[in-house]
C-alpha cells in the first residue's frame, strides 16, 4: 500500500514548496521519492512469492462499496519497477536538463505526482481506485506538457492531451460504472470471478469491454485517439520520456491486461482490438518516416510500438505484450533521454539542423544506437526478443484477426527499421548542419542515458530465465482471493496456452530479414545523397505521411469545430429563448402594469364619469342581490 | 436543556446577534465582531457532531436528529418552532459558517465601509443555517425568505455595474419560487394536520395525490433556487454582478437551499411524487449537465463562466436526486459540499483577479502564471477540482450521480447517464480553455497589481483548498454520518 504513498508524499512536500524557491530541496524530494517507490518495488519484487491483496472501505453508495484496495503481484510489480527505474532516470536528468528553469520545484512535484499516479493504477485493486490514477495522471500530462512557457504551442498541446484522452475515458468511467453495477462491486477481483464465473451477460461484457477500450485507445494513443500524442513533444524531453516509456501510454495496455477476461469474454471485443491495433501500427510508422522533428519521430514510434503490445493481447498473447511493454519502456526512456541530449547540444528538435554528430558526442551516440537497435529489433537487444515473442503468437493464432495482426506487424518492422535508419543516419553521421559546436551532455544527464542503455540492450535474456513467463502471466481468476473460477462456464478460452518468449527455429529469421530490408532501402537511399533527408525516396505520399495522414484535420472538422458551434448556438438560445421568455415576462408584467396605471389617471371629467358608473353599478348589484 | 440543544440554538443565535451588533459599532471594530461572531458560529456548528445518538435505520422514524429544539411559537396558529439537526443537514451547516467565516475574514482585509457587508452576511447565515436546520415546514418556509432581502441588498448596493437589474431579477424569480413553496406548504399542511416534518417523513400521512400536487410545488420551487434548467436565469446575471463574497455566498450554500429542500422535504414528505416525476426532473438534469456546460464552452467572460458552470454541477446533484436512490442522494450529498467548497473558491479568484485587473473578460486576460503564479496555481487547482478529476472532491459527485442513474436500469435512465457522462467530458473542455485564457499564453496588455497574494486571502482561501483535496480522499468525511438518514429517505422513494 506504500508503493504509492510514497511518491505521493513527496510531490505533495514539493507542491507546498514552491512558495520558497528551493530548488535543491525540490530535487532531493523528487529523487528520492523515485528512488524510494524503485527500491520498495524491487525489494516486493523479491520478498513476494504470492499476490497479496489488501484493501479498506473508503465510501459507501447505497450498497456499492468503494475499497481503497491495492493487490500486488509478480507482473504488476515488473511493471512499477520499469516505472521507478524510468521516473529515476527522468527525474536525475531533469536536475540538469531544467537548470536555470524557474518553474523546476512545481515541475519535480508532478513528475512525482504522476509517478505516484502511474504507480497506483499499477497496484490497484479497486477500479474506482484504478480510475483516480488514471485521471491523475491526464491532468499530470496536461500539467507538464504545458511547462515549457517559451512555447507557443504548448498550452494548445496540453489542452488537446487532456481532452483527447478524456473523450475516450467517457467511456472508460461508463465502462467501469456499467461492471460495477452488473456486479455488485468495484472489487476488481470481484469483477473478474464474475466475469469468469458467467454471471454477466455477453451483451453487458462486450458493451464493457468496448467502453473500456475507448479510454484505452485514448490513454495509449491507438487509432483514433492518438493525435494527442505527437503534440504532446511540445512539453519538456524528460516529460516525453516519462509519458512514452513508463506512464501514461504504458497504463492503457496495462488495464487491458490487467482487466483481459473482460475483454476476451465479450464478443468481439478483441478483434476489434486487433484491427485497432493493426491500423495504429502501420500508421504510426508511416507518419514516423516523414517527420522532421526527432522528437516526433520517436513519439510517433511510441504509437507504433503500443500497437504491438495492443496487438499482442489482440491475440491473446498476454505475457509477450506486458514483455515489450517493459522492453520498450527502457529503449523508449533512452531514446527520448538521448534525443534530448541532442537537441540540447544542438539547439533545436529538428533533424535537418544535425548531422555528424558522431564524433562530438560518442555517449549519446552509442546509447542511441543501442536504443534504436531495440526498437528495430536487432538481435541481442531488448526490442528483438519482446517482438519476435509477438509476432511468433500472432502467426500462430487462429483467425483472421490474428492473421491481420501478423501481416500488419511484419510490415512495420519494414518501416521501423527504414524510419530507425534513416534518424540515425540524419542525426549523427553526413556532414554537421549546426552551427553550434555540439558536446556529450553534463554527468547528470549521461548516467541516466547510460543506465537505461543496460536493460535496452540486455532485458532480452531475462526471457530465457525459467519462469519469468509465469511471473508475467495473466492474473488467472483462480489466483484472486475468494474468486470460484468456473472457466468452463464460458466456451471462450481467450489466453494462449503456448506463453513462452522464446522461440528457437527459422521462424527467427522472417522479422530479421523484414528489419534487413527496412535499414538496407533507408541506408541506400541516403547514401547517394547523404546532405539530404531519405524521406524524399516517399514521393509523392511524404507530404500525407508528413501531415500526418490529416487526421487532425478531420478531427477539427469532425469534432471540435462541430462542438464549438454548437456551444454558440446553445449560449444564444439560452440567453435569447429561455432568458428572453423571462425578462419578457418581467417587461409584459411592467407595461401591464403601465397600462393600468394610465387608464387610472384619466381627466377628472372622464373619471367623475367612471366614479359613478361604478358607484351605480354596486349599488344595481346590491339591490339585485337583495332583491333575490 | 442538554449541552447538544445549547449548541444547536447557539448555531442560530450568534449570528442573529452578530448581524445586529455590526451595524451598532464603529466600522473596524464592527468588522472584527462580526468575523468573531462568525468563527464563533463555525466552532458552535463543528461541536454539533460531539454527542450525536445512534445512526441506525429506523423505520419508526425516518428522521432522528441527533439534537432537537421544540418549542410552542404561535401557539393560536399552532406553529412551532422546532429545529434540529441530522447526518444529512449537518455537512451543509458547516459549510455555511465556514464559508461566512471566509467571507467575514476575506472583509476584514479590505477597504473601509464594508461592515454593513458584514452584517448582512451573518443575517444571511442566520437565514440559510435556519433553513438547514427547520424540521417545521412554515419555519422551513420562513427562513427560506430571511435569506432572500439580505442577498438583494448585498447585490444591490455593493455589486457591479448592472447591479440593480440583477438583483431586481434574482429577487422576483426566487419570490415566484417561495410563493409556489408557500402553496406547497400549505397543500400538505391542510391535509396532513400538520407541518412537523419529522412526522411527515415518508409521506405515510398523505395520499398519492396530495403528494404529486405538493411535490409539483415544492419542485418548482426547489428548481428555482437550485436552480434547475431552465429556471436559472436569474443566476449568471446574480453571481456575476454581485459582489466576491456575495457570489461566494450565493453559489457556495445558497442554491444548496433548494437541492437540500429537494432531498428533506421533495423526497422526504412527498416521496410518491418524487418516484412520479423522477423522470422529468432527471431528463431536466441532464439537460441542464450539457446546457451549462455548452454555455460555458461560448463564455467569454470570467464570473458568468464560473456561475454557468454551477447550472451543470447542480445538474449532477440534481440528477443524483432525481434517481431517488441512496446511492444517488448521497452522491447529491457529497455534490453539494464539493460544490460548495470548490465554487466557493472559484468565487473567490474570480474576484482576486478581477480586482487585480479590473477586467473579467477572458479575451483580455492571459498569462497569469507569468505575472501572479501564486493566484494562477491556485486556480488551475480550483478549475481542476471543478471539473471533476478523481481524487478531489467533485468526482465523487458526479460520477456516482451517473452511477445511480445507470442503476435504475431502464434504457432512458441508462441515456442519462451517459449524456451526463458526455457533459462531464464537457466540462473538462470548458476549464481548460479558461485557464488556456487566463493562466497561460503570453500576458495580457492589462496590468496585475499586487501580484502577490495577501496573507488575509492565503487564509481565506487554504481552508477551501485544503477541504477540497480531503473530501476528495475520505469521501466518508461526508457521507459516512449520512448512510442511515439517506437510506431511509430512498426507502420511501422505493429506489
Given at each position: 500500500m506504500l508503493l504509492p504513498a510514497v511518491p505521493f508524499g513527496a510531490a505533495l512536500a514539493g507542491l507546498l514548496l514552491p512558495p520558497l524557491r528551493a530548488r535543491a530541496a525540490a530535487a532531493v524530494l523528487g529523487i528520492a521519492g523515485a528512488a524510494a517507490a524503485l527500491l520498495l518495488a524491487c525489494g516486493l519484487l523479491v520478498a513476494l512469492d504470492q499476490p497479496s491483496e489488501q484493501s479498506r472501505q473508503l465510501v459507501r453508495f447505497g450498497h456499492l462499496a468503494v475499497d481503497f484496495g491495492v493487490r500486488v503481484d509478480s507482473a504488476a510489480l515488473l511493471v512499477a519497477v520499469a516505472v521507478g527505474v524510468v521516473a529515476l532516470a527522468v527525474q536525475v536528468y531533469s536536475v540538469s536538463y531544467l537548470d536555470g528553469d524557474e518553474g523546476y520545484p512545481a515541475y519535480a512535484a508532478q513528475v512525482s505526482l504522476f509517478t505516484a499516479a502511474m504507480l497506483l493504477v499499477v497496484v490497484a485493486g479497486d477500479l474506482i481506485v484504478l480510475l483516480v490514477g488514471w485521471e491523475v495522471m491526464g491532468i499530470c500530462s496536461y500539467l507538464l506538457i504545458a511547462h515549457d512557457r517559451r512555447l507557443p504551442e504548448a498550452p494548445g498541446a496540453a489542452v488537446k492531451a487532456f481532452l483527447v484522452t478524456r473523450v475516450g475515458d467517457v467511456g472508460f468511467w461508463l465502462g467501469v460504472i456499467l461492471l460495477g453495477v452488473h456486479t455488485g462491486s468495484f472489487r476488481i477481483a470481484d469483477v473478474l470471478a464474475a466475469v469468469t464465473g458467467g454471471e454477466l451477460s455477453t451483451a453487458t461484457l462486450t458493451a464493457a469491454g468496448l467502453l473500456l477500450l475507448a479510454g484505452v485507445a485514448g490513454k495509449s494513443a491507438q487509432f483514433p485517439l492518438h493525435t494527442w500524442l505527437p503534440d504532446a513533444m511540445a512539453g519538456p524531453t524528460p516529460i516525453s520520456a516519462l509519458i512514452h516509456a513508463a506512464t501514461m501510454v504504458a497504463a492503457g495496455v496495462y488495464v487491458v491486461f490487467r482487466l483481459y477476461p473482460v475483454f476476451s469474454y465479450g464478443d468481439g471485443v478483441l478483434p476489434v482490438l486487433a484491427v485497432v491495433a493493426a491500423v495504429t501500427m502501420l500508421l504510426g510508422a508511416l507518419a514516423a518516416t516523414?517527420?522532421?522533428d526527432i522528437k516526433r519521430v520517436l513519439a510517433w514510434s511510441t504509437v507504433s510500438q503500443l500497437a504491438y503490445m495492443v496487438g499482442a493481447l489482440a491475440v491473446g498473447a498476454t505475457a509477450a505484450a506486458l514483455f515489450h511493454l517493459l522492453t520498450h519502456a527502457a529503449f523508449k526512456a533512452l531514446l527520448f533521454l538521448a534525443a534530448g541530449a541532442v537537441i540540447h547540444a544542438v539547439g533545436s528538435n529538428l533533424m535537418s539542423a544535425m548531422g555528424g554528430l558522431r564524433r562530438p558526442m560518442p555517449v549519446t551516440f552509442w546509447s542511441m544506437t543501442i536504443g534504436l537497435g531495440a526498437l528495430v529489433g536487432v538481435p541481442p537487444l531488448a526490442g528483438f526478443w519482446s517482438k519476435d515473442a509477438i509476432l511468433h503468437s500472432a502467426s500462430g493464432g487462429a483467425g483472421w484477426a490474428a492473421g491481420l495482426v501478423f501481416a500488419a506487424g511484419l510490415a512495420t518492422v519494414v518501416v521501423t527499421a527504414w524510419y530507425a535508419t534513416r534518424l540515425w543516419l540524419r542525426t549523427?553521421?553526413?556532414?554537421?548542419?549546426?552551427e553550434a559546436t555540439a558536446h556529450d551532455p553534463p554527468p547528470l544527464m549521461a548516467w541516466p542515458v547510460v543506465a537505461l542503455a543496460v536493460p535496452s540492450g540486455l532485458l532480452g535474456f531475462v526471457a530465457l530465465s525459467d519462469g519469468f513467463v509465469d511471473r508475467l502471466s495473466t492474473p488467472v481468476p483462480a489466483d484472486w482471493t475468494g474468486a470460484a473460477a468456473r472457466p468452463d462456464a464460458l466456451p471462450a478460452q481467450p489466453v494462449l496456452a503456448d506463453q513462452a518468449l522464446v522461440h528457437a527455429g527459422g521462424f527467427v529469421l522472417l522479422p530479421l530479414a523484414a528489419a534487413a530490408v527496412g535499414i538496407a532501402a533507408a541506408w541506400l537511399v541516403w547514401q547517394r545523397d547523404p546532405a539530404t533527408d531519405p524521406a524524399r525516396a516517399l514521393g509523392r505520399l511524404r507530404p500525407v505521411f508528413e501531415r500526418e495522414f490529416y487526421l487532425d484535420g478531420f478531427q477539427d472538422v469532425l469534432v471540435v469545430r462541430p462542438v464549438r458551434a454548437l456551444a454558440r448556438a446553445v449560449r444564444r438560445a439560452d440567453e435569447s429563448v429561455v432568458d428572453g421568455t423571462v425578462e419578457g415576462t418581467g417587461r409584459g408584467t411592467v407595461s401591464l402594469g403601465g397600462l393600468v396605471a394610465r387608464a387610472h389617471r384619466a381627466a377628472l371629467p372622464r373619471a367623475v364619469v367612471a366614479v359613478l358608473a361604478g358607484a351605480l353599478l354596486a349599488g344595481l348589484a346590491a339591490t339585485l342581490g337583495a332583491a333575490l | 436543556m442538554t449541552a447538544g440543544q445549547v449548541v444547536l440554538i447557539l448555531t442560530l443565535a450568534v449570528p442573529a446577534a452578530g448581524a445586529v451588533a455590526v451595524p451598532l459599532l464603529p466600522d473596524r471594530v464592527a468588522r472584527i465582531t462580526g468575523t468573531g461572531a462568525a468563527g464563533l458560529t463555525l466552532l458552535a456548528s463543528v461541536l454539533l457532531y460531539a454527542g450525536r445518538g445512534g445512526t441506525s435505520l429506523e423505520p419508526a422514524a425516518p428522521v432522528r436528529p441527533w439534537h432537537s429544539v421544540r418549542g410552542d411559537w404561535a401557539p393560536g396558529l399552532d406553529l412551532q418552532f422546532h429545529i434540529g439537526v441530522d447526518g444529512i443537514s449537518y455537512p451543509l451547516v458547516v459549510l455555511t459558517a465556514l464559508l461566512t467565516l471566509l467571507c467575514c475574514g476575506y472583509l476584514l482585509g479590505r477597504p473601509d465601509g464594508s461592515r454593513m457587508l458584514v452584517a448582512l452576511l451573518l443575517a444571511a447565515e442566520v437565514g440559510i443555517v435556519g433553513t438547514f436546520l427547520a424540521l417545521d415546514l412554515v419555519l422551513f418556509f420562513v427562513f427560506f425568505e430571511v435569506v432572500l432581502l439580505p442577498m438583494y441588498a448585498m447585490i444591490a448596493i455593493?455589486?457591479?455595474?448592472?447591479r440593480r437589474a440583477a438583483a431586481r431579477k434574482f429577487v422576483l424569480y426566487t419570490l415566484l419560487g417561495s410563493v409556489l413553496l408557500l402553496v406547497g406548504v400549505f397543500v400538505v399542511v391542510a391535509a396532513?394536520?400538520?407541518?412537523?416534518i419529522v412526522a411527515l417523513t415518508g409521506g405515510g400521512q398523505l395520499g398519492r395525490g396530495t403528494q404529486l400536487l405538493g411535490f409539483t410545488f415544492f419542485a418548482l420551487a426547489f428548481a428555482v433556487k437550485a436552480p434547475l434548467w431552465p429556471l436559472h436565469t436569474w443566476l449568471p446575471d446574480a453571481h456575476t454582478e454581485a459582489p466576491t463574497v456575495g457570489s461566494v455566498i450565493l453559489a457556495g450554500v445558497l442554491l444548496k437551499l433548494g437541492t437540500y429542500g429537494l432531498i428533506r422535504i421533495g423526497v422526504g414528505v412527498t416521496p410518491e411524487g418524487a418516484a412520479w416525476a423522477a423522470t422529468v426532473l432527471g431528463t431536466l438534469a441532464v439537460a441542464a449537465i450539457v446546457v451549462g456546460a455548452l454555455v460555458c464552452l461560448a463564455q467569454t467572460e470570467l464570473k458568468r463562466l464560473i456561475a454557468y458552470s454551477s447550472v451543470g454541477h447542480m445538474g449532477f446533484v440534481l440528477l443524483g436526486i432525481a434517481t431517488g436512490s441512496a446511492a444517488g442522494i448521497q452522491a447529491a450529498l457529497i455534490g453539494n459540499i464539493a460544490h460548495g467548497v470548490i465554487t466557493g473558491l472559484l468565487f473567490f479568484l474570480a474576484g482576486a483577479i478581477k480586482d487585480r485587473t479590473g477586467t473579467g473578460e477572458l479575451a483580455a486576460l492571459g498569462g497569469l502564471r507569468e505575472t501572479a503564479p501564486g493566484l494562477a496555481g491556485i486556480l488551475g487547482f480550483a478549475a481542476i477540482a471543478s471539473l471533476g478529476l478523481p481524487g478531489l472532491a467533485g468526482f465523487w459527485g458526479e460520477v456516482f450521480a451517473v452511477v445511480a442513474a445507470i442503476q435504475r436500469g431502464s434504457p432512458g435512465w441508462t441515456v442519462l447517464g451517459v449524456v451526463a457522462a458526455v457533459g462531464a467530458a464537457l466540462t473538462a473542455g470548458y476549464f481548460l480553455r479558461l485557464l488556456r485564457r487566463v493562466t497561460h499564453g503570453p500576458p495580457a496588455a492589462v496590468p496585475v497589481a499586487p501580484a502577490g497574494l495577501a496573507r488575509i486571502e492565503l487564509v481565506a482561501w487554504a481552508p477551501l483548498v485544503g477541504l477540497t483535496l480531503v473530501i476528495g480522499l475520505l469521501p466518508v468525511l461526508v457521507l459516512g454520518m449520512a448512510y442511515g438518514p439517506v437510506e431511509a429517505l430512498a426507502v420511501g422513494v422505493g429506489g
Amino acid at each position: 500500500m506504500l508503493l504509492p504513498a510514497v511518491p505521493f508524499g513527496a510531490a505533495l512536500a514539493g507542491l507546498l514548496l514552491p512558495p520558497l524557491r528551493a530548488r535543491a530541496a525540490a530535487a532531493v524530494l523528487g529523487i528520492a521519492g523515485a528512488a524510494a517507490a524503485l527500491l520498495l518495488a524491487c525489494g516486493l519484487l523479491v520478498a513476494l512469492d504470492q499476490p497479496s491483496e489488501q484493501s479498506r472501505q473508503l465510501v459507501r453508495f447505497g450498497h456499492l462499496a468503494v475499497d481503497f484496495g491495492v493487490r500486488v503481484d509478480s507482473a504488476a510489480l515488473l511493471v512499477a519497477v520499469a516505472v521507478g527505474v524510468v521516473a529515476l532516470a527522468v527525474q536525475v536528468y531533469s536536475v540538469s536538463y531544467l537548470d536555470g528553469d524557474e518553474g523546476y520545484p512545481a515541475y519535480a512535484a508532478q513528475v512525482s505526482l504522476f509517478t505516484a499516479a502511474m504507480l497506483l493504477v499499477v497496484v490497484a485493486g479497486d477500479l474506482i481506485v484504478l480510475l483516480v490514477g488514471w485521471e491523475v495522471m491526464g491532468i499530470c500530462s496536461y500539467l507538464l506538457i504545458a511547462h515549457d512557457r517559451r512555447l507557443p504551442e504548448a498550452p494548445g498541446a496540453a489542452v488537446k492531451a487532456f481532452l483527447v484522452t478524456r473523450v475516450g475515458d467517457v467511456g472508460f468511467w461508463l465502462g467501469v460504472i456499467l461492471l460495477g453495477v452488473h456486479t455488485g462491486s468495484f472489487r476488481i477481483a470481484d469483477v473478474l470471478a464474475a466475469v469468469t464465473g458467467g454471471e454477466l451477460s455477453t451483451a453487458t461484457l462486450t458493451a464493457a469491454g468496448l467502453l473500456l477500450l475507448a479510454g484505452v485507445a485514448g490513454k495509449s494513443a491507438q487509432f483514433p485517439l492518438h493525435t494527442w500524442l505527437p503534440d504532446a513533444m511540445a512539453g519538456p524531453t524528460p516529460i516525453s520520456a516519462l509519458i512514452h516509456a513508463a506512464t501514461m501510454v504504458a497504463a492503457g495496455v496495462y488495464v487491458v491486461f490487467r482487466l483481459y477476461p473482460v475483454f476476451s469474454y465479450g464478443d468481439g471485443v478483441l478483434p476489434v482490438l486487433a484491427v485497432v491495433a493493426a491500423v495504429t501500427m502501420l500508421l504510426g510508422a508511416l507518419a514516423a518516416t516523414a517527420a522532421d522533428d526527432i522528437k516526433r519521430v520517436l513519439a510517433w514510434s511510441t504509437v507504433s510500438q503500443l500497437a504491438y503490445m495492443v496487438g499482442a493481447l489482440a491475440v491473446g498473447a498476454t505475457a509477450a505484450a506486458l514483455f515489450h511493454l517493459l522492453t520498450h519502456a527502457a529503449f523508449k526512456a533512452l531514446l527520448f533521454l538521448a534525443a534530448g541530449a541532442v537537441i540540447h547540444a544542438v539547439g533545436s528538435n529538428l533533424m535537418s539542423a544535425m548531422g555528424g554528430l558522431r564524433r562530438p558526442m560518442p555517449v549519446t551516440f552509442w546509447s542511441m544506437t543501442i536504443g534504436l537497435g531495440a526498437l528495430v529489433g536487432v538481435p541481442p537487444l531488448a526490442g528483438f526478443w519482446s517482438k519476435d515473442a509477438i509476432l511468433h503468437s500472432a502467426s500462430g493464432g487462429a483467425g483472421w484477426a490474428a492473421g491481420l495482426v501478423f501481416a500488419a506487424g511484419l510490415a512495420t518492422v519494414v518501416v521501423t527499421a527504414w524510419y530507425a535508419t534513416r534518424l540515425w543516419l540524419r542525426t549523427f553521421f553526413g556532414l554537421s548542419r549546426s552551427e553550434a559546436t555540439a558536446h556529450d551532455p553534463p554527468p547528470l544527464m549521461a548516467w541516466p542515458v547510460v543506465a537505461l542503455a543496460v536493460p535496452s540492450g540486455l532485458l532480452g535474456f531475462v526471457a530465457l530465465s525459467d519462469g519469468f513467463v509465469d511471473r508475467l502471466s495473466t492474473p488467472v481468476p483462480a489466483d484472486w482471493t475468494g474468486a470460484a473460477a468456473r472457466p468452463d462456464a464460458l466456451p471462450a478460452q481467450p489466453v494462449l496456452a503456448d506463453q513462452a518468449l522464446v522461440h528457437a527455429g527459422g521462424f527467427v529469421l522472417l522479422p530479421l530479414a523484414a528489419a534487413a530490408v527496412g535499414i538496407a532501402a533507408a541506408w541506400l537511399v541516403w547514401q547517394r545523397d547523404p546532405a539530404t533527408d531519405p524521406a524524399r525516396a516517399l514521393g509523392r505520399l511524404r507530404p500525407v505521411f508528413e501531415r500526418e495522414f490529416y487526421l487532425d484535420g478531420f478531427q477539427d472538422v469532425l469534432v471540435v469545430r462541430p462542438v464549438r458551434a454548437l456551444a454558440r448556438a446553445v449560449r444564444r438560445a439560452d440567453e435569447s429563448v429561455v432568458d428572453g421568455t423571462v425578462e419578457g415576462t418581467g417587461r409584459g408584467t411592467v407595461s401591464l402594469g403601465g397600462l393600468v396605471a394610465r387608464a387610472h389617471r384619466a381627466a377628472l371629467p372622464r373619471a367623475v364619469v367612471a366614479v359613478l358608473a361604478g358607484a351605480l353599478l354596486a349599488g344595481l348589484a346590491a339591490t339585485l342581490g337583495a332583491a333575490l | 436543556m442538554t449541552a447538544g440543544q445549547v449548541v444547536l440554538i447557539l448555531t442560530l443565535a450568534v449570528p442573529a446577534a452578530g448581524a445586529v451588533a455590526v451595524p451598532l459599532l464603529p466600522d473596524r471594530v464592527a468588522r472584527i465582531t462580526g468575523t468573531g461572531a462568525a468563527g464563533l458560529t463555525l466552532l458552535a456548528s463543528v461541536l454539533l457532531y460531539a454527542g450525536r445518538g445512534g445512526t441506525s435505520l429506523e423505520p419508526a422514524a425516518p428522521v432522528r436528529p441527533w439534537h432537537s429544539v421544540r418549542g410552542d411559537w404561535a401557539p393560536g396558529l399552532d406553529l412551532q418552532f422546532h429545529i434540529g439537526v441530522d447526518g444529512i443537514s449537518y455537512p451543509l451547516v458547516v459549510l455555511t459558517a465556514l464559508l461566512t467565516l471566509l467571507c467575514c475574514g476575506y472583509l476584514l482585509g479590505r477597504p473601509d465601509g464594508s461592515r454593513m457587508l458584514v452584517a448582512l452576511l451573518l443575517a444571511a447565515e442566520v437565514g440559510i443555517v435556519g433553513t438547514f436546520l427547520a424540521l417545521d415546514l412554515v419555519l422551513f418556509f420562513v427562513f427560506f425568505e430571511v435569506v432572500l432581502l439580505p442577498m438583494y441588498a448585498m447585490i444591490a448596493i455593493w455589486g457591479g455595474p448592472g447591479r440593480r437589474a440583477a438583483a431586481r431579477k434574482f429577487v422576483l424569480y426566487t419570490l415566484l419560487g417561495s410563493v409556489l413553496l408557500l402553496v406547497g406548504v400549505f397543500v400538505v399542511v391542510a391535509a396532513a394536520g400538520t407541518a412537523d416534518i419529522v412526522a411527515l417523513t415518508g409521506g405515510g400521512q398523505l395520499g398519492r395525490g396530495t403528494q404529486l400536487l405538493g411535490f409539483t410545488f415544492f419542485a418548482l420551487a426547489f428548481a428555482v433556487k437550485a436552480p434547475l434548467w431552465p429556471l436559472h436565469t436569474w443566476l449568471p446575471d446574480a453571481h456575476t454582478e454581485a459582489p466576491t463574497v456575495g457570489s461566494v455566498i450565493l453559489a457556495g450554500v445558497l442554491l444548496k437551499l433548494g437541492t437540500y429542500g429537494l432531498i428533506r422535504i421533495g423526497v422526504g414528505v412527498t416521496p410518491e411524487g418524487a418516484a412520479w416525476a423522477a423522470t422529468v426532473l432527471g431528463t431536466l438534469a441532464v439537460a441542464a449537465i450539457v446546457v451549462g456546460a455548452l454555455v460555458c464552452l461560448a463564455q467569454t467572460e470570467l464570473k458568468r463562466l464560473i456561475a454557468y458552470s454551477s447550472v451543470g454541477h447542480m445538474g449532477f446533484v440534481l440528477l443524483g436526486i432525481a434517481t431517488g436512490s441512496a446511492a444517488g442522494i448521497q452522491a447529491a450529498l457529497i455534490g453539494n459540499i464539493a460544490h460548495g467548497v470548490i465554487t466557493g473558491l472559484l468565487f473567490f479568484l474570480a474576484g482576486a483577479i478581477k480586482d487585480r485587473t479590473g477586467t473579467g473578460e477572458l479575451a483580455a486576460l492571459g498569462g497569469l502564471r507569468e505575472t501572479a503564479p501564486g493566484l494562477a496555481g491556485i486556480l488551475g487547482f480550483a478549475a481542476i477540482a471543478s471539473l471533476g478529476l478523481p481524487g478531489l472532491a467533485g468526482f465523487w459527485g458526479e460520477v456516482f450521480a451517473v452511477v445511480a442513474a445507470i442503476q435504475r436500469g431502464s434504457p432512458g435512465w441508462t441515456v442519462l447517464g451517459v449524456v451526463a457522462a458526455v457533459g462531464a467530458a464537457l466540462t473538462a473542455g470548458y476549464f481548460l480553455r479558461l485557464l488556456r485564457r487566463v493562466t497561460h499564453g503570453p500576458p495580457a496588455a492589462v496590468p496585475v497589481a499586487p501580484a502577490g497574494l495577501a496573507r488575509i486571502e492565503l487564509v481565506a482561501w487554504a481552508p477551501l483548498v485544503g477541504l477540497t483535496l480531503v473530501i476528495g480522499l475520505l469521501p466518508v468525511l461526508v457521507l459516512g454520518m449520512a448512510y442511515g438518514p439517506v437510506e431511509a429517505l430512498a426507502v420511501g422513494v422505493g429506489g
